[in-house]
T-cell receptor, first 114, second 115 residues
Framework: AQSVTQLDSQVPVFEEAPVELRCNYSSSVSVYLFWYVQYPNQGLQLLLKYLSGSTLVKGINGFEAEFNKSQTSFHLRKPSVHISDTAEYFCAVSDMDSSYKLIFGSGTRLLVRP | DADVTQTPRNRITKTGKRIMLECSQTKGHDRMYWYRQDPGLGLRLIYYSFDVKDINKGEISDGYSVSRQAQAKFSLSLESAIPNQTALYFC??????????????FGEGSRLTVL
């Protein structure tokens, strides 16, 4: 069955440090991959997505993610975080088996400290 | 104005009461969804609708029902609310015109507390 694993429930980091939020998925077919961000008291907005083509995907606010098919991963990275990046981040996957309904991970809370 | 609007944004109710959460969208998307968010569990799909005449259960539909009144409106009902339905509820839409990828567009959420 399709699933998404975000191993880190919370990631504390100092401002201007790099960060990586990990995401692994399980699927036996071709997938589409997404990262969403949820700022406090707001809904989810799309950060970036992988549909096809280049495995390195760039998103908004300086974030990027790399699709690694052999490791079934889609880790999110930012070279230098800001206080304003404090939010919850969700990885999600869709494929033909799920009729392209998104399956979400449990989320990672990024806490940026000054 | 938001493309996907949820009402109410916050609601406190008592066990056993009937509650309706409403969602309307101006994006012109055919597909609409209701998700529930709980801390540490991410988002879980309650119901989804691919068009006005199509309603489908998600992974956690027990205790919920939905109504797709029009392409733009999709309501979620709790017939008899219970405390473990306390959660943040999201409505979302998706669009097929750019290909069927599953990408979702979310409302701002409805926080429901059942006492």
């Amino acid at each position: 069955a399709q699933s998404v694993t975000q191993l880190d429930s919370q990631v504390p980091v100092f401002e201007e440090a790099p960060v990586e939020l990990r995401c692994n998925y399980s699927s036996s077919v071709s997938v589409y991959l997404f990262w969403y961000v949820q700022y406090p008291n707001q809904g989810l907005q799309l950060l970036l997505k992988y549909l096809s083509g280049s495995t390195l995907v760039k998103g908004i606010n300086g974030f990027e993610a790399e699709f690694n098919k052999s490791q079934t991963s889609f880790h999110l990275r930012k070279p230098s975080v800001h206080i304003s990046d404090t939010a919850e981040y969700f990885c999600a996957v869709s494929d033909m088996d799920s009729s392209y309904k998104l399956i979400f991970g449990s989320g990672t809370r990024l806490l940026v400290r000054p | 104005d938001a493309d996907v609007t949820q009402t109410p944004r916050n609601r406190i109710t008592k066990t056993g009461k009937r509650i309706m959460l409403e969602c309307s969208q101006t994006k012109g998307h055919d597909r609409m969804y209701w998700y529930r968010q709980d801390p540490g569990l991410g988002l879980r799909l309650i119901y989804y609708s691919f068009d006005v005449k199509d309603i489908n259960k998600g992974e956690i539909s027990d205790g919920y029902s939905v109504s797709r009144q029009a392409q733009a409106k999709f309501s979620l009902s709790l017939e008899s609310a219970i405390p473990n339905q306390t959660a943040l509820y999201f409505c979302a839409t998706s669009d097929l015109t750019q290909g069927d990828t599953g990408e979702l567009f979310f409302g701002e959420g409805s926080r429901l507390t059942v006492l």
